[in-house]
């Protein structure tokens, strides 16, 4: 499968745990976006990198977020001191450029 | 006003009909996107385009720059077609703006 893949699909946690997700993008795409959607909610941007370099935060990403892309390939996010509203699936997307992006499956994280 | 907005929230048919959706924006744009998710699972993207028509299996995408306006069908529809169907247009450099989504049920 040459898709962008996502590990783990599911994580559940207790209040208060770190977390950290891996998006393995597309080989040849240079972007990498991150993303949240709550339920019956639309996706909201949390960062993008172009190749390594990490180009925007959106606000919603806290101090407690934080994502990694050190090889320009994968990418990390991890959430520190997980709150019960961070609860949410997090996708993630890659693209050539600005060309059109190809979403992974998600990771559902359930807070507890 | 959204700056994407989609038509209608919801739509229920029966399997076989012929199913559009309709998404307008107000900004200008290069391209646009056309996405499936179906409940609990990841995004699919079915379409970017930016001009005219493209066409994939029983899916067809159509876009109007100039009236601002894209429309999705769905011909022969399935129940496998269920899901959300969103539009979403790129903003500045790298965001999406996305569409609230239409949430389709095909019945067998």
């Known amino acids: 499968d040459t898709g962008v893949s996502q590990d783990p699909r599911h994580k559940i946690t207790k209040r208060g745990q770190n977390v950290t997700f891996r998006c393995d993008p597309i080989?040849?795409?240079?972007?990498l976006y991150w993303y949240r959607q709550t339920l019956g909610q639309g996706p909201e941007f949390l960062t993008y990198?172009?190749?390594?370099?990490?180009?925007?935060k959106s606000r919603l990403l806290s101090d407690r977020f934080s994502a990694e892309r050190p090889k320009g390939s994968f990418s990390t996010l991890e959430i520190q001191r997980t709150e019960q509203g961070d609860s949410a699936m997090y996708l993630c997307?890659?693209?050539?450029?600005?060309?059109?992006?190809?979403f992974g499956p998600g990771t559902r994280l359930t807070v507890l | 006003k959204n700056e994407v907005e989609q038509s209608p929230q919801n739509l229920t048919a029966q399997e076989g009909e012929f199913i559009t959706i309709n998404c307008s924006y107000s900004?200008?744009?290069?391209?646009l996107h056309w996405l499936q998710q179906h409940p609990g699972g990841g995004i699919v993207s079915l379409f970017m385009?930016?001009?005219?028509?493209k066409k994939h299996g029983r899916l067809i995408a159509t876009i109007n720059i100039q009236e601002k306006h894209s429309s999705l069908h769905i011909t022969a529809s399935h129940p496998r077609d269920s899901a959300v169907y969103i539009c979403?247009?790129?903003?500045?450099?790298?965001?999406?703006?996305w569409g609230a989504g239409t949430k389709l049920i095909i019945k067998p």
């Open positions: 997307a890659s693209s050539f450029n600005h060309n059109e992006q190809f």
């Open positions: 080989s040849e795409h240079n972007r």
């Open positions: 990198f172009q190749n390594e370099a990490q180009l925007e």
């Open positions: 900004v200008g744009i290069s391209a």
């Open positions: 385009l930016s001009s005219g028509k």
């Open positions: 979403a247009v790129p903003h500045s450099n790298y965001q999406l703006i």
